[in-house]
């Protein structure tokens, strides 16, 4: 477990290289990492096979398919409206006394601020979202723990997949990248596997997105439409994504 999690900051952390620089040499990142040319160079086979980097000769540069640097702030601003309106609906979909997984993002913290001081018991991967409860006396908290991801603020790894399949929720509310037939999809594989995790523990799925992530598919395949048992969004949606989502028979809130 420990080889894995070990594993999986190296990748984290090689991707995160690529955020300051087009170009990082082979050397630069064992002398970051403290790891051999050996794994470096199969951590960046894994990496290139996912589409984050292009390996060359020396090193690796960013892939041109490589999505912006995500940053919570950055997105915390962006259709910041749309994200409170969602925010108010999925609050309302919460009843006093459950137990509710709240994933990482922007739109998901947007609903862990109308949920303030509500009687129900919270566990969550994302310290913004923690941060909201901050002061709160009504509600419980509990937090899954793992490597704390940069810039989103958010848990992952083994320690926090093993914590998420060890417990049941009535409802999680989840945000994500992308959205089409195919089904959900994400950037990193780590918060794939966090995501499934969470997926599994809950007995009902919530789905809390604006609309420009619809039609958006985000390279890693996360889980199907089918796993969704309702997707709550805003009227910006573009007819062909909500006739989409009629053609699955999915319950879609817009707001």
Not at 159 to 173: C, F, G, K, Q
Not at 227 to 244: C, F, L, N, T, Y
Request: proline residues 2%; hydrophobic residues 40%.
């Amino acid at each position: 477990m420990m080889c894995a999690m070990r594993q999986a900051e190296r990748q984290l952390r090689i991707q995160e290289a690529f955020s300051h620089a087009e170009f990082v040499s082979l050397e630069e990142l064992c002398h970051r990492l403290e790891a051999s040319k050996a794994t470096i160079r199969r951590d960046l086979i894994e990496l290139e096979r996912q589409g984050a980097v292009r390996r060359v000769y020396g090193g690796a540069t960013a892939s041109p398919m490589r999505e912006e640097p995500l940053d919570f702030g950055r997105l915390s601003e962006s259709c910041h409206d749309e994200k409170s309106r969602i925010g108010r609906a999925a609050a309302d979909q919460i009843q006093e006394g459950q137990t509710v997984i709240l994933g990482g993002g922007s739109t998901v913290t947007e609903v862990a601020r109308c949920l303030f001081d509500r009687r129900i018991q919270v566990i969550t991967n994302s310290i913004p979202v923690m941060q909201v409860f901050w002061d709160c006396r009504q509600t419980e908290i509990t937090l899954t723990g793992g490597y704390l991801y940069p810039r989103l603020g958010i848990q992952l790894g083994p320690i926090s997949e093993r914590m998420l399949h060890s417990v049941s929720a009535d409802v999680l509310v989840l945000g994500i990248r992308g959205v089409t037939e195919r089904g959900l999809s994400d950037t990193n594989t780590l918060v794939m596997e966090s995501t499934r995790a969470m997926i599994k523990s809950a007995q009902r799925v919530v789905i809390v997105a604006d609309h420009t992530k619809f039609g958006r598919d985000a390279m890693i395949h996360v889980a199907d439409l089918a796993d969704v048992d309702q997707i709550i969004s805003d009227k910006g949606m573009a007819p062909e994504h909500r006739e989409m989502l009629a053609k699955y028979k999915k319950n879609c809130v817009l707001v």
